[in-house]
């Protein structure tokens, strides 16, 4: 199971970004195009940790 602490910086900055910006934001369509972009980094970012696992299993 990931944890933050195996997002690299980048990723760790991009995810607050869009967070605050989610919780600035007042239209609703606004908030759905954003919490689509943050789905779209954990997913990828689940993907690499998942890969960095497998390489350091084998």
């Known amino acids: 199971m ?3 602490n195996q997002l ?3 990723e760790r900055e991009a995810i607050q970004s869009i967070q605050d ?3 600035q934001t ?3 369509q ?3 195009k954003l919490i ?3 789905t779209l980094i954990l997913e990828k ?3 690499r940790i998942k890969s960095e696992n497998k ?3 084998s």
Do not use: P, V
Request: no cysteine.
């Open 55 to 57: 390489k350091e299993q």
């Open 30 to 32: 606004d908030r759905r």
């Open 2 to 4: 990931a944890n933050f």
């Open 36 to 38: 689509t972009q943050l």
């Open 45 to 47: 970012s689940r993907l």
């Open 8 to 10: 690299t910086k980048e």
């Open 26 to 28: 007042e239209s609703e």
């Open 21 to 23: 910006k989610i919780n």
